[in-house]
Nanobody
Framework: QLQLVESGGGLVQAGGSLRLSCAAS????????VGWFRQAPGKEREFVSA????????TYADSGKGRFTISRDNAKNMVYLQMNNLKPEDTAVYYC????????????????WGQGTQVTVSS
């Protein structure tokens, strides 16, 4: 099982950018599909983006399309989420998660989770 540690969160004004990082430790990182999820206060955790094992295909929730970009570097065991044009509604704790599943965006399919990093967007 992978251990995942997120970083890069913070406070930013609306319209600003942040780059989240997810560092993985454990065997065979390249064998995992990796996703980003977020949870806002009082709301359920929701899917944000995911990337295939090789990084050749990405998936985004409608909320982030055109603004967020997920990428990975298997040589460094890292996954990134570049977030541009941030909005106050993007405020949430962002989690990195990993799964052996193929093409899944379901929270229940991701078995390894990080502790999360807080993103706060002020208006």
């Amino acid at each position: 099982q992978l251990q995942l540690v997120e970083s890069g969160g913070g406070l930013v004004q609306a319209g600003g950018s942040l780059r989240l990082s997810c560092a993985a430790s454990g065997r065979a990182f390249s064998g995992y599909r990796v996703g980003w999820f977020r949870q806002a206060p009082g709301k359920e955790r929701e899917f944000v983006s995911a990337i295939t094992r090789s990084g050749d295909r990405t998936t985004y929730a409608d909320s982030g399309k055109g603004r967020f970009t997920i990428s990975r570097d298997n040589a460094k065991n890292m996954v990134y989420l570049q977030m541009n044009n941030l909005k106050p509604e993007d405020t949430a704790v962002y989690y990195c998660a990993a799964t052996f599943g193929v093409d899944t965006t379901s929270l229940a399919d991701f078995g390894s989770w990080g502790q999360g990093t807080q993103v706060t967007v002020s208006s």
